[in-house]
């Protein structure tokens, strides 16, 4: 060690570091909701967004809905390939500003929420208003997207490399 700083990882790095880390974020987000529905009763909500959202996609290009024995998996498929554009969006400003990977990643996981949750899934018509949602389900988002973060950083530093390095 020189106790000099190294430089930043190149870009190419970091996108495919990013993406690696967005879909382990994602299956880390999975598994948290996985341990929470064992504690909570079901909330009743109906359909995730990411299923709506695949129908969505499945209707512009098709002209109809997932069939139904390929709902789930398709849902599934969204929150992944959005896991993975985070990460990749994560890891490239973090490549040019690295304050974004402080708070361990919380803040940006909790930016994502806003963003998506909050903002572009009503927008989109792929769930309610935020107004017209219970406040449980917004402390689920939040809660979630701060696992998101937290193990999206926590990939990033291993297969990137810390922060500032």
Do not use: C
Not at 31 to 59: H, N
């Amino acid at each position: 060690m020189t106790g000099q700083p190294s430089a930043p990882p190149s870009l190419t790095r970091a996108l495919i570091g990013g993406a690696i880390a967005g879909a382990a974020a994602a299956a880390a987000m999975n598994g948290f909701q996985a341990l929470v529905a064992r504690v909570q009763e079901d909330s009743g909500e109906g359909e995730p967004s990411t299923v709506k959202a695949a129908d969505a996609l499945s209707e512009a290009v098709t002209g109809g809905p997932v069939a139904e024995p390929n709902r789930e998996l398709a849902g599934r498929a969204v929150h992944y390939a959005t896991g993975v554009g985070l990460g990749v969006l994560y890891t490239t400003m973090a490549h040019h500003l690295s304050a974004v990977r402080s708070g361990w990643g919380t803040a940006y996981g909790l930016a994502a929420a806003a963003v998506l949750d909050e903002g572009l899934v009503p927008a989109l018509g792929l769930g309610p208003k935020p107004t017209d949602t219970p406040p449980g389900t917004h402390v689920h988002s939040a809660a979630s997207h701060t696992a998101f973060g937290l193990a999206l950083e926590a990939a990033t530093w291993v297969l990137v490399g810390p922060a500032g390095e």
